[in-house]
């Protein structure tokens, strides 16, 4: 009797075991087949579009994938990317500093020229566009067709344009400065203006540099600052732009306060149609034509491993199919040259980028920062210099 307790207790030992190495093998099996892809600094529906789409492109086949949202409070290179396929994020300095793997020629000629060259880096292609955003020059129809308005072309243009459409909106150009992308949005589109490409780029660098040793904004920083603050003096831009709300805005278009605006197209979107339907959005005034580029942050893939079930993620999020669902659930503009947009203006986007001399470049924010509490640091210190 005593034998057969023991025998018994040996079996269930035994077989304990045997069903720990099995889970164990399994779960390791399991972890060593599974792609797992991560999100940086996305809102959830543009997070959940991209996993749609990438979950209905792997309906019929038994790999697996895992979705991973990364802090968004922490800098990149403070997370674990290695263990990540594919990262997505927005086109930054950050971005460019992963170190990723090539994305393959065949697939990035499904990309206009233009847009294909800004995600380009020591000769190789780093990341694939997927969606664009864009900073753009919104104007209330209403007032524009009222006094009979050219949309500007140049920022002296701009500035008659404002002083024309003051006598009928009290707010002529307003910007929702309380959110830091959104001033760095405006900040760069006017130095954007104002700089040829090169000294744009300039600019990004030095304001890198500041950012990295808690130094002052950069003296050209400061020079773009000091336009922006002239048209603050005279009227011409909502004096407290700086810290001026989203529910604000929405109020000054509500009461017909505004008479144009410089917001993002994520921002745009959020706005009732009701009030949205009276503004169009255009490129912002360009000074220097000839180097002339539009501020239109990329959403982007990049792909920290190589592998072709990792291609064959990325080969699908660029067909036209895809890229149309992409634009239709995010009401942003598709990246790649084919692919139906969410509408007219998403279409505009696309075309802007792909048309104009230098292409899509990011904003300060994207171009100068590693890290999230820079962003918020100089957001500040651009604030205190404009009051």
């Not at 023991?6 to 792609?35: D, E, G, M, W, Y």
């Not at 830091?180 to 700089?195: H, I, K, N, P, R």
């Not at 993620?313 to 149309?324: E, V, W």
Request: some cysteine.
């Amino acid at each position: 009797m005593e034998f057969t307790k023991k025998a018994h207790i040996i079996l269930i030992s035994v077989i304990t075991a045997l069903l720990l190495t099995t889970a164990a093998i399994i779960t390791h099996f399991i972890r060593t087949n599974t792609t797992q892809i991560a999100f940086y600094q996305l809102t959830p529906e543009i997070q959940k579009a991209i996993e749609d789409q990438i979950t209905k492109s792997l309906a019929d086949k038994k790999s697996r994938v895992h979705f991973t949202t990364l802090s968004e409070t922490k800098p990149l290179f403070e997370q674990n990317t290695k263990k990540y396929a594919v990262i997505f994020s927005y086109n930054s300095r950050s971005i460019i500093e992963l170190n990723s793997k090539q994305i393959p020629v065949s697939i990035m000629q499904a990309f206009p020229t233009k847009i294909r060259y800004s995600v380009i880096s020591n000769n190789k292609f780093y990341a694939m566009p997927v969606l664009l955003d864009h900073f753009g020059f919104s104007i209330y129809t209403s007032y524009q067709n009222m006094l009979n308005l050219a949309e500007p072309k140049s920022l002296t243009n701009l500035k008659q344009f404002l002083t024309d459409i003051n006598t009928k909106a009290s707010v002529p150009l307003a910007v929702c400065g309380a959110d830091d992308t959104e001033l760095f949005g405006f900040v760069s589109s006017y130095a954007q203006s104002m700089m040829t490409i090169n000294e744009y780029f300039a600019l990004c660098s030095e304001l890198n540099k500041a950012q990295s040793t808690l130094s002052d904004l950069p003296y050209e920083l400061k020079k773009v600052l000091d336009e922006i603050k002239s048209l603050q003096k005279i009227g011409l831009l909502f004096a407290k732009w700086t810290t001026l709300t989203q529910s604000q805005m929405e109020f000054l278009m509500k009461e017909h306060h505004m008479g144009s605006a410089v917001t993002s197209l994520s921002l745009h979107r959020t706005f009732p149609y009701v009030l949205n339907k009276y503004y169009n959005i255009t490129m912002f005034p360009q000074e220097q034509k000839e180097t002339a580029a539009i501020i239109a942050p990329e959403i982007v893939a990049v792909k920290m491993k190589n592998g072709n079930f990792i291609n064959s993620i990325l080969q699908n999020l660029s067909t036209p199919d895809s890229q149309k669902e992409l634009s239709k659930n995010t009401m942003l503009a598709p990246a790649a040259s084919t692919g139906e947009s969410h509408d007219t203006l998403a279409d505009d986007v696309r075309f802007w980028s792909a048309a104009t001399p230098s292409g899509p470049v990011p904003s300060l924010k994207e171009a100068s920062f590693i890290t999230p509490d820079r962003v918020k640091l100089y957001a500040d210190k651009i604030r205190e210099y404009l009051k």
